[in-house]
C-alpha cells in the first residue's frame, strides 16, 4: 500500500509527522514545486519524501489536506480515479452555499469519480494531530465515515498502524455528520480529542 499527502500545509505536515514517527514512506506534494517543499519534508524525517502532484497520485491511498476550495484542482489531475483510496481531511468552513445541504465530503466524493473517499482525520487540530498519539495508556481517536463501507477497513488499518484508534461512525450523512460543519456551526465531534483505553 502506498500513501501520499496532497497539501503541505499544517495539517499535511502534522500527517507527515505521524507517518515519519512510524517510519512508514509517504510521499509529499503541493501546488509548490517537490523541491520547495523538500527540506522541509526531509527535516520531518527520512520516509517523508517531496514529488510532483502527477507523481504523489500515483499512490494507491491518497490524503487530501488542501483548502476546502482546492480540491477541484487535484481532481481533474487524473483522468479517472478508480482504484484509489481518497481521506477527505479537509474541512469546509463556513459552509459554501454549493454544498447545498450535502456534507462536505459527500460533495467532494462526485469530483474524485470512481474513488473509494472516507472522511478522516480532519477534527483535531494541527498540533494534537501531529503529537505522539499513545496517550495516557491509550490512543488518540481518529473518527473515520464512508459511504463505502469497504473503504473504511484498509483506512482504519492505517490509522491503527500510525498509533491512532479508529473510530468508525458510518455514512457520510449519518454518523458522518458530526464530522462535517454545518452552516456556521462546527460538529459535535470536530477539535473533540479522545483517547480509546487498552482494552
Known amino acids: 500500500m502506498?500513501?501520499?499527502?496532497?497539501?503541505?500545509?499544517?495539517?499535511?505536515?502534522?500527517?507527515a509527522h505521524a507517518f515519519?514517527?512510524?517510519?512508514?514512506?509517504?510521499?509529499?506534494?503541493?501546488?509548490?514545486p517537490p523541491e520547495a517543499l523538500a527540506p522541509q519534508a526531509r527535516a520531518?524525517?527520512?520516509?517523508?519524501?517531496?514529488?510532483?502532484?502527477?507523481e504523489a497520485l500515483?499512490?494507491?491511498?491518497?490524503?487530501?489536506?488542501?483548502?476546502?476550495?482546492e480540491h477541484r484542482e487535484v481532481a481533474k489531475?487524473?483522468?479517472?480515479?478508480?482504484g484509489k483510496t481518497v481521506i477527505d481531511a479537509m474541512n469546509a468552513f463556513p459552509v459554501p452555499e454549493e454544498l447545498d445541504g450535502l456534507p462536505s465530503s459527500a460533495f467532494v466524493a462526485k469530483a474524485?469519480?470512481?474513488?473509494k473517499l472516507v472522511k478522516g482525520f480532519n477534527h483535531l487540530?494541527?498540533?494534537?494531530?501531529?503529537?505522539?498519539?499513545?496517550?495516557?495508556?491509550?490512543?488518540r481517536v481518529v473518527f473515520l465515515s464512508s459511504d463505502d463501507e469497504d473503504a473504511i477497513a484498509p483506512v482504519a488499518a492505517l490509522a491503527k498502524q500510525l498509533g491512532f484508534?479508529?473510530?468508525?461512525?458510518g455514512k457520510l450523512n449519518e454518523g458522518g455528520a458530526l464530522v462535517h460543519a454545518r452552516g456556521r456551526t462546527w460538529g459535535q465531534l470536530i477539535f473533540q480529542d479522545l483517547f480509546k483505553k487498552e482494552q
Do not use: C, M
Open 77 to 82: 489531475a487524473l483522468p479517472s480515479w478508480k
Open 125 to 139: 487540530i494541527a498540533a494534537t494531530l501531529a503529537a505522539d498519539p499513545i496517550v495516557e495508556g491509550g490512543h
Open 112 to 115: 474524485f469519480t470512481g474513488a
Open 2 to 15: 502506498s500513501y501520499a499527502i496532497v497539501g503541505f500545509g499544517k495539517i499535511g505536515q502534522a500527517l
Open 165 to 169: 484508534a479508529p473510530v468508525k461512525l
Open 58 to 69: 500515483e499512490a494507491d491511498t491518497i490524503i487530501l489536506a488542501v483548502p476546502f476550495g
Open 44 to 54: 520531518i524525517g527520512p520516509t517523508v519524501v517531496a514529488k510532483s502532484l502527477r
Open 20 to 32: 515519519a514517527r512510524k517510519n512508514i514512506e509517504v510521499t509529499v506534494a503541493s501546488r509548490r
